[in-house]
């Protein structure tokens, strides 16, 4: 079965400090990770995905296959980095399988 | 751009009433999908359409039902509203070139059955 797991809610930060959200996933192939964010008010949109591996707005996420992860980062968070982010995976059924979500909010 | 839009941002519905979402996509995608987002559960598939005409059930379809009777639109439909359906309602078409698998979200409507 394909699963994503973020085990928080909720993830409070001060501007300029790291940020770590948390994503791990079960799944026996090779998947494709994805994080989405959804900004206040805004719709969903992909903020990044593994296989790019590129830095957008600063987070990077690395997948770890043999932890099962794909933690997403930024050593420095904004105040405009609040936001809902969503984990998700696609392995090979052109579906997306979603995590519950972790709010982050960053202040100032 | 790729741009999916829904019929309301807002809707208020009683319980009993037959309820129509629409979703309508520019990009020529195969793939359509509705979703409901509930704090603390995520984004849950409700129902996901590769064709027209072809329907597949999600994790949660009991209660709901789709047409795709074009490629560009995908409706869901609730029969008869209930308030455990009060939720935001998200949907979404794909696209995969080059191995790139990406979804476009629409903006959503907030459904509310009293």
């Known amino acids: 079965a394909q699963r994503v797991t973020q085990p928080e809610k909720l993830l409070s930060v001060f501007k300029g400090a790291p940020v770590e959200l948390k994503c791990n996933y079960s799944y026996s192939g090779s998947p494709e990770l994805f994080w989405y964010v959804q900004y206040s008010r805004q719709r969903l949109q992909l903020l990044l995905r593994?296989?790019s591996r590129e830095s957008i707005k600063g987070f990077t996420a690395d997948l770890n296959k043999g932890e099962t992860s794909f933690h997403l980062k930024k050593p420095f968070a904004q105040e405009e980095d609040s936001a809902m982010y969503y984990c998700?995976?696609?392995?090979?059924?052109?579906?997306?399988?979603f995590g519950k979500g972790t709010k982050l909010t960053v202040n100032p | 751009d790729v741009k999916v839009t829904q019929s309301s941002r807002y809707l208020v519905k009683r319980t009993g009433e037959k309820v129509f979402l629409e979703c309508v996509q520019d990009m020529d995608h195969e793939n359509m999908f509705w979703y409901r987002q509930d704090p603390g559960l995520g984004l849950r598939l409700i129902y996901f359409?590769?064709?027209?005409?072809?329907?597949e059930k999600g994790d949660i379809p009991e209660g709901y039902s789709v047409s795709r009777e074009k490629k560009e639109r995908f409706s869901l439909i609730l029969e008869s509203a209930s308030t455990n359906q009060t939720s935001m309602y998200l949907c979404?078409?794909?696209?995969?070139?080059?191995?790139?698998?990406?979804?476009?979200f629409g903006p959503g409507t907030r459904l509310t059955v009293t």
């Open positions: 593994h296989i």
């Open positions: 979404a078409s794909s696209v995969s070139e080059g191995g790139r698998y990406e979804q476009y």
């Open positions: 359409s590769y064709d027209v005409k072809m329907k």
């Open positions: 998700a995976l696609e392995g090979g059924s052109e579906k997306l399988v």
